[in-house]
């Protein structure tokens, strides 16, 4: 197995580039589990690099027998390279390079009773990697990240999804006016989220094809999208409390969805 010991190696710029978001084809892998849950998803993964004091471990060992029956090409990185292909401040024992998955629209909307969640302007990755999270756990057929929103495929997202998005249906669409007009076409009705003046959470009906809209931190929804939407949906809160985390939000109403979907 190659080594790499110096951080002028062209490996540092690539996995550097693909950490901030320049190779739109190659996601950031930081990590065992997220290396470990992409090939378990079927992601391909081409090249990843492991410290090299790490190899002895025994789960590092296995990993490396996965990637390189994989097909990966998998080196081993010193400290001091580590430090620089990793963007975590601790730099993790294994980092890789893999294909960003191709999904299309088709594969949010197969059911017949898609559960959509939109995000719309939500800027943090992480809050982007935690809606993912939550819609996989709760059931949801796919996420789009639309307008503003964070990739959910960049590093930090991934991180917060825990793997989730390497398996659920993600899209990204920079017009968030034309991603909810889409969710329409395709029988859904619209859900827009309000902090104040919606119906409340447990009074609405998440039984039929519906896209759920999060807005970003702060602002939330742009008006035009609360105003064309089909139903808006208040989370009762006690004041002086006036707002819920992105995720916290979409956690709520997809599992009041999951208990309506699995009541019937």
């Known amino acids: 197995m190659k080594s790499v010991a110096s951080r002028q190696n062209p490996l540092v710029a690539q996995y550097r580039a693909a950490a901030r978001g320049e190779?739109?084809?190659v996601l950031l892998l930081d990590g065992v589990h997220l290396v470990s849950e992409a090939l378990a998803?079927?992601?391909r993964i081409r090249h990843a690099a492991v410290k090299t004091d790490a190899m002895n471990i025994t789960e590092i060992g296995?990993?490396?027998?996965?990637l390189t029956r994989s097909k990966a090409e998998v080196v081993m990185a010193s400290a001091s390279v580590m430090d620089a292909l990793s963007p975590v401040r601790s730099s993790s024992s294994v980092v890789a390079l893999a294909d960003r998955p191709a999904v299309s629209d088709k594969a949010l909307y197969h059911d017949d009773a898609a559960l959509i969640v939109m995000a719309v302007d939500?800027?943090?990755?992480?809050?982007?990697?935690?809606?993912?999270?939550?819609?996989?756990?709760?059931?949801a057929t796919g996420v789009i990240a639309a307008g503003a929103s964070?990739?959910?495929?960049?590093?930090k997202a991934l991180r917060g999804s825990m793997g989730s998005a390497l398996r659920l249906p993600l899209l990204v669409r920079p017009d968030a006016d034309r991603a909810v007009a889409d969710a329409r076409a395709r029988g859904c009705r619209i859900v827009a989220t309000v902090p104040r003046g919606g119906r409340p959470l447990f009074d609405v009906a998440y039984t039929g094809p519906v896209a759920i809209l999060i807005g970003g931190e702060g602002p939330g929804l742009p008006p035009a999208l609360i105003e064309g939407a089909d139903e808006r949906v208040t989370?009762?809160?006690?004041?002086?409390?006036?707002?819920?985390?992105?995720?916290?939000?979409?956690?709520l109403i997809v599992y009041e969805a999951r208990r309506q979907r699995t009541s019937h």
């Open 122 to 139: 939500v800027q943090d990755p992480g809050n982007v990697g935690a809606i993912v999270r939550v819609a996989e756990a709760g059931g």
């Open 41 to 43: 998803a079927g992601v």
């Open 235 to 251: 989370i009762p809160m006690q004041t002086p409390v006036e707002s819920l985390n992105a995720a916290v939000t979409a956690a």
């Open 62 to 66: 296995l990993l490396v027998d996965k």
């Open 23 to 25: 190779t739109p084809d």
């Open 150 to 155: 964070a990739d959910p495929l960049g590093w």
